[in-house]
């Protein structure tokens, strides 16, 4: 059975710096590709950025030069690495990740179950 765990959210003020992670857990998957998103109050969820492996990465205009995504395959760990935070980051991030199964060579994706960041000015 997989499990998903996100951690690293908290409050943090402007221009601060939040390492958020999302650890995968179980037997016989490799962590392929990850996408972070966001979901404001009273807004859409929103992608913040997205990488796979042999991929190139993209990130939200918003985001660029500020979040770096990376993922450690030995570690099955998926990071976002955010700096220079604004008041308008304030958000639940949320992960979404490509598992690699072994047993099935199948990809699937999961969400894990989201952490609040919130940025005071």
């Known amino acids: 059975q997989v499990q998903l765990v996100e951690s690293g959210g908290g409050l943090v003020q402007a221009v601060g710096s939040l390492r958020l992670a999302c650890a995968a857990s179980?037997?016989?998957?490799?962590?392929?590709?990850m996408g972070w998103y966001r979901q404001a109050p009273r807004k859409q969820r929103e992608l913040v950025a997205a990488?796979?492996?042999?991929?190139?990465?993209d990130y939200a205009d918003s985001v660029k030069g500020r979040f770096t995504i990376s993922i450690d395959t030995a570690k099955n760990t998926g990071y976002l690495r955010m700096n220079s935070l604004k008041p308008e980051d304030t958000a639940v991030y949320y992960c979404?990740?490509?598992?690699?199964?072994?047993?099935?060579?199948?990809?699937?994706?999961?969400w894990g179950q989201g952490t609040q960041v919130t940025v005071s000015s």
């Open positions: 179980g037997i016989g998957i490799s962590m392929n590709a």
């Open positions: 990488f796979s492996i042999g991929c190139s990465t």
């Open positions: 979404n990740v490509g598992l690699y199964y072994r047993d099935t060579r199948t990809t699937r994706f999961a």
